[in-house]
């Protein structure tokens, strides 16, 4: 199937760490993910939940409805996913998704950062391991954050992460009416969500994985 726009989707993906699409059905995402990786995950349902309602382990679990923090998804997982996908249906939110491409010239020093933070990663079945926050492949950077399960472990470079994290701007944003699709590079961009004050926000979400770099 030829995707009409698939290049500016793949120019957006490059250069702002994320790709917006209006008007799109979960269809066309669909084969739009299959260009984009090696194979992917089911679509499931993501909806804002009160810390009661969610898994202790989840964001939702620690944050509720309220503001989420920077983050990757998967970070936990030896393998990653490379692509989230999103998609809005027939309601829209006055919430947006918020994105930090860690490509863009005002992140330049928290990448360096990043790349200097050790991370203690504590996985429910693989046990503890130690990894870095920010790793350079021949094609991109990958990023792994999400404190809940990725603890730095505390030296200059973790607590310059932490700061620069705290003070940083959205390099995108995006909002979400019906029949809007995203992309998130999940190695090259972080993500948020600010306060979910609407009564029902419901959103589906699908991964992209892709064979790893030699």
Not at 27 to 34: H, K, N, P, R, S
Not at 37 to 46: C, F, K, T
Not at 99 to 126: C, I, Y
Request: proline content about 5%; glycine content about 6%; some cysteine.
């Amino acid at each position: 199937m030829a995707i009409r726009g698939m290049s500016e989707y793949l120019t957006n993906l490059n250069l702002h760490g994320f790709a917006l699409i209006s008007d799109l059905s979960r269809l066309t995402l669909d084969f739009i993910g299959a260009e984009l990786g090696s194979r992917s995950s089911l679509w499931h349902q993501i909806s804002a939940r009160s810390r009661q309602e969610a898994s202790p382990q989840s964001l939702s679990g620690i944050y509720g409805r309220d503001e989420f923090p920077w983050h990757s998804d998967g970070a936990v997982a030896y393998e990653r996913p490379r692509y989230v996908i999103m998609h809005c249906g027939d309601e829209g939110y006055p919430e947006p998704t918020e994105v930090l491409s860690l490509r863009h010239a005002s992140t330049a020093l928290l990448v360096r950062s990043m790349a200097r933070t050790v991370l203690v990663v504590e996985h429910p079945r693989q046990g503890r391991r130690y990894t870095s926050a920010l790793e350079r492949t021949a094609s991109t950077v990958a990023a792994r954050w999400d404190t809940r399960v990725c603890r730095p472990v505390d030296s200059s470079p973790a607590r310059e992460t932490i700061a620069k994290l705290a003070e940083v701007k959205a390099t995108g944003v995006i909002e979400w009416r019906p029949g809007t699709g995203a992309i998130i590079d999940n190695f090259a961009a972080l993500h948020r969500r600010p306060r979910i004050e609407s009564q029902s926000r419901i959103l589906n979400r699908k991964y992209v994985f892709q064979e790893k770099e030699a």
